[in-house]
């Protein structure tokens, strides 16, 4: 498996502001994901990041919303921004750490909260 | 196209009692599939998954699932429930062989009565 950390755990921000979401892994992964989980829905795909590649998006994500750094193997960094109401989820991030196949283990999540 | 469907999206049911969420899932060969359980302010945590072989999988906390491949479902078990199970149940779908993409049901959120 692989302990996953992310920061901030929550956090309340204006409109038209932006928020950066830390996301650690105890151990060396390839394959990192940032998903969204707006109230009471499921969990959507937001983008693929790859170490040492450019992140790859999901369609009705763009880079310029959402951007992703992936500097390491086991860092990585997920900007909201120029933030509104509708941006207000959870953001989780997970790990592929093909124990067996692929298989995806989920950090906490930063509930975020836009005013 | 994958899709994944859970079609309860709450259910309620008595502790002690017997526990079956049902998962259909769409897609034209076998694909992966998991079981997660979030509970309130946490992130997901796996349950069990099913790749290949015994279609009757065993998983975390006395879980069982059943791949029924002529139904296209994956269903959740449990038989006997404990209030700690009061949680949001979603189930996901890879295609594997190298596709990691998941694809994740609506999630069904079970209450459970003391």
């Known amino acids: 498996s692989a302990v996953i950390s992310q920061k901030p755990s929550r956090d309340i921000c204006q409109r038209g502001t932006s928020l950066t979401i830390q996301c650690q892994v105890d151990s060396q992964v390839t394959m990192m994901f940032w998903y969204r989980q707006q109230p009471g829905q499921s969990l959507t795909l937001i983008a693929t990041?790859?170490?040492?590649?450019?992140?790859?998006?999901e369609s009705g994500f763009v880079i310029d919303k959402f951007p992703i750094s992936r500097p390491n193997l086991t860092f990585s960094t997920l900007t909201v921004s120029n933030m509104s109401p509708e941006d207000s989820s959870i953001y989780l991030c997970?790990?592929?750490?093909?124990?067996?196949?692929?298989?995806?283990?989920f950090g906490p999540g930063t509930r975020l909260t836009v005013l | 196209a994958q899709s994944v469907t859970q079609p309860d999206i709450h259910i309620t049911v008595s502790e002690g009692a017997s526990l079956e969420l049902r998962c259909n899932y769409s897609?034209?060969?076998?694909?992966?599939l998991f079981w997660y359980v979030q509970s309130p302010g946490q992130g997901l945590q796996l349950l069990l998954k099913?790749?290949?072989?015994?279609?009757l999988v065993q998983g975390i906390k006395g879980f069982e699932a059943e791949f029924k491949r002529s139904q296209s479902s994956f269903n959740l078990r449990k038989p006997s429930v404990h209030w700690s199970d009061a949680a949001e149940y979603f189930c996901?779908?890879?295609?594997?062989?190298?596709?990691?993409?998941?694809?994740f049901g609506t999630g069904t959120r079970l209450k459970v009565l003391a």
């Open positions: 996901a779908v890879s295609a594997g062989g190298g596709t990691y993409k998941y694809i």
């Open positions: 990041a790859n170490q040492g590649s450019e992140a790859t998006y």
């Open positions: 897609y034209g060969a076998t694909p992966y």
């Open positions: 099913y790749f290949s072989g015994d279609t």
């Open positions: 997970s790990v592929d750490k093909r124990v067996t196949y692929n298989e995806q283990f």
